[in-house]
């Protein structure tokens, strides 16, 4: 093994390119998406060294175009997914007693990939995949996950060099071991950096892993496997199987070398999850750690100093980028009714002025939803606006299923502060907002902290420095990433740590050393450099 204290590259944020008319990244990018759209890829189970085929396959579309096959998945059955296990903790051994050194060098040579030669794929694949427009898709498949690979390296060196004091006599020492047993990483649709970062961040702190994909981000996920081979990730230590959720995690929670779940996903599946944990208890080994994020009802609030343009922009933002789609997007906002006419015009006409339509055309801002079912209900949501009387729609309220799932994006004004689309996740281009009485400042606070049970990301807008200390104040339960004259999405690896609590996850941090921890069992070791041979205290003599 080798010898000395190692300190591995500076941790920087990656710069996103610009992909401007002529630039060079927007050929590349344009050309691997041309290359993807046409052909079809077969994408298997991969346990251990093998890839595996088991003909029970799905297609994979593209959202903006739910009729165009990219390719097909092949589906896991009961047997496999008890094999990813047994290949996984066969992995263990060699992977937990990896020097750390050989496992950073693994996941820093897997960022330079993604920089590099990998970048137009994985951002060609995550625009047909999960319909990004190329700047959505380049802050995240491309420099996000460069980031969480990257920081994750620092934070680990960070977390070893962590160690207790010792005096003269004696050595302590703090070793930080992989949990006992494999973890379980279940990921989202809407981001490709959560999907490789959730199973990355566990295997980095020399843990095995069973990752299970998104079924609609498949085709992405396909980029990240060939950038974790190519880095060398050895065969077992991250074991990729795609299926019926509920079956896959059954096998899961019902081993007793579960350890613990890496998860982002919707609140309900999380509860249920955790459920499952509880029953099965008695069961494990150890007690398993329970990491998610889940979801947002994600506000944006004017105090009546704020400047219109930039509310109005931080909701657009806000709201509107990649359709909604992201468990920190904006989807109630409180504006001051001396503010809402020149917020309202803004709104509309910011709105009025988005193309829509497939993200290979970079004038597009917005594209379409991820499947069919996550189309009807935002339908169903904006049909009842239209029929309520206590909410109308200021701009957009169509939507279009014929070529792709495109829904206009749709603002909502309510008379009542607990309209339904002020309290429930859509998670779609669908913002509500209620104006209420300038005088009702402090009123208005509470509402923001008690209409949600969520509390991941929010927002307030003001140039009054007192109205933002007691808005920082009174809503410091009600959001995890809590910005101030900004837009409420946007956390950057290594400035904005990501997480929340309440109905919103356990907090554990996303881009922090915070959520490593979650993936080490710390041992203490303490060495006496002289042994006491007599149990005699000096307190025990008579005199």
Same mark, same amino acid.
């Given at each position: ?319 509107? &980028? ?6 920190? /997007? +904006?989807?109630?906002? @409180? %504006? ?5 006419? *020149? =917020? ?125 200390? &007691? ?6 339960? /009600? +959001?995890?990433?809590? @910005? %101030? ?5 946007? *956390? =950057? ?51």
């Amino acid at each position: 093994m080798l010898k000395g204290f190692f300190h591995v590259p500076k941790a920087v944020n990656e710069p996103v390119k610009t992909y401007a008319p002529n630039s060079p990244e927007k050929k590349a990018v344009k050309d691997a998406y041309t290359k993807m759209w046409n052909e079809t890829i077969e994408v298997p189970l991969y346990i251990g060294s093998e890839e595996i085929r088991t003909g029970n396959t799905k297609n994979m579309t593209a959202p903006h175009d739910h009729q165009h096959v990219v390719g097909k998945y092949h589906l896991a059955e009961k047997q496999h997914v008890e094999k990813a296990i047994a290949n996984a903790l066969e992995a263990k051994h060699a992977w937990a007693d990896m020097a750390w050194e050989q496992r950073a060098a693994i996941f820093l040579k897997a960022a330079e990939l993604i920089a590099g030669p990998y970048r137009a794929r994985i951002n060609a694949a995550t625009m047909i995949a999960q319909s990004k427009t190329i700047f959505q898709a380049e802050i995240d498949a491309a420099c996000e996950l460069i980031d969480f690979l990257r920081f994750n390296v620092e934070y680990m060196t960070q977390i070893y060099n962590d160690q207790p004091n010792s005096p003269s006599d004696m050595w302590n020492r703090l070793e930080y071991r992989p949990l006992e047993g494999f973890v379980y990483a279940v990921t989202p649709f809407n981001f490709t950096a959560i999907a490789a970062n959730l199973p990355a961040s566990a295997a980095m702190m020399g843990n095995v892993v069973l990752w299970k994909p998104s079924d609609s981000q498949v085709f992405s996920a396909k980029i990240i496997i060939d950038v974790f081979k190519e880095a060398g990730v050895p065969d077992g230590v991250i074991n990729v199987v795609f299926g019926d959720a509920a079956m896959i995690s059954d096998v899961v929670f019902n081993h007793a070398d579960f350890a613990g779940i890496h998860f982002t996903g919707s609140t309900h599946v999380f509860k249920d999850i955790w459920g499952h944990i509880g029953q099965n208890i008695h069961k494990y080994k150890t007690y398993p750690r329970i990491v998610g994020e889940t979801g947002g009802k994600d506000f944006v609030l004017a105090h009546p100093s704020a400047n219109v343009k930039q509310v109005a922009t931080g909701i657009v933002r806000g709201a509107f &980028e990649f359709q909604g789609q992201k468990c920190s /997007a +904006a989807s109630r906002g @409180y %504006i001051p009714q001396s503010l809402w006419p *020149a =917020v309202k015009d803004q709104l509309i006409a910011d709105v009025k002025s988005f193309k829509m339509g497939s993200p290979e055309d970079f004038t597009n801002f917005i594209t379409a939803v991820i499947h069919e079912g996550s189309f009807d209900k935002l339908a169903s949501y904006i049909d009842q606006a239209k029929k309520d009387a206590d909410a109308e729609i200021i701009v957009g309220g169509n939507y279009d299923k014929s070529k792709g799932w495109f829904i206009e994006p749709t603002i909502i004004v309510t008379t009542n502060p607990k309209y339904k689309t002020m309290e429930t996740e859509l998670f779609g281009p669908v913002m509500t907002i209620y104006v209420y009485e300038d005088a009702k400042w402090a009123d208005t606070l509470k509402l923001v902290d008690q209409t949600s049970e969520y509390a991941l990301t929010g927002a307030v807008f003001s140039q009054d420095r007192y109205a933002i200390e &007691e808005a920082t104040v009174a809503l410091k339960n /009600a +959001a995890g990433n809590f @910005y %101030i004259n900004d837009k409420p999405t946007g *956390a =950057v690896v290594g400035q904005q740590p990501f997480g929340g609590a309440r109905a919103s996850g356990t907090n554990d941090k996303a881009g922090s050393a915070l959520n490593l921890l979650r993936w080490v069992s710390p041992r203490t070791i303490k060495e006496t450099f002289v042994t006491p041979t007599d149990y005699r205290y000096p307190f025990l003599a008579e005199k």
